[in-house]
């Protein structure tokens, strides 16, 4: 910003003290400190105003292109989408996906069937204290 060295510094600071007198110094510079922040907070005021600005011109400048690419479509498809649409290859055709679907419920039917055998194996714990204390002493000792 200001290319200020230090030879420059000191001697503004020797002419301050000189001129104002190391007296009213503090005084001095708590002023200028005061409206030095005041110059600050204003132009970032200013700035701030100027940014808001900026985005909104850029904003009715997207909503414009945005207006004049939907006419364009509107207008390329006069009656909304075709009844045929062109295919991609993003979706699979219909007898493709009739495959899966029977995979996925075979995969199921095991899952089922095998979450039923872990049950069995496994039973529950008991979920009250006075089934778990019925438990402990039904169980067999050790």
Not at 7 to 18: H, R
Not at 43 to 72: C, I
Request: glycine fraction near 6%; proline fraction near 8%; avoid cysteine.
């Amino acid at each position: 910003m200001f290319d200020i060295g230090p030879s420059e510094l000191l001697l503004i600071v020797i002419v301050a003290v000189v001129v104002i007198g190391p007296k009213d110094l503090p005084l001095a510079l708590r002023t200028a400190g005061r409206w030095i922040g005041k110059m600050r907070k204003l132009s970032g005021h200013f700035r701030s105003g100027l940014d808001a600005m900026v985005r909104e011109a850029e904003l009715e400048d997207m909503e414009k292109k945005w207006k004049a690419q939907n006419e364009k479509i509107m207008r390329d498809h006069p009656e909304g989408a075709p009844a045929e649409m062109e295919r991609t290859g993003a979706w699979p055709a219909a007898k493709a996906e009739a495959k899966p679907v029977a995979a996925e419920a075979q995969v199921e039917q095991v899952r089922a069937s095998e979450y039923a055998e872990a049950a069995a194996l496994n039973p529950p714990a008991p979920t009250t204290p006075a089934a778990a204390a019925q438990d402990d002493l039904t169980a067999p000792k050790s």
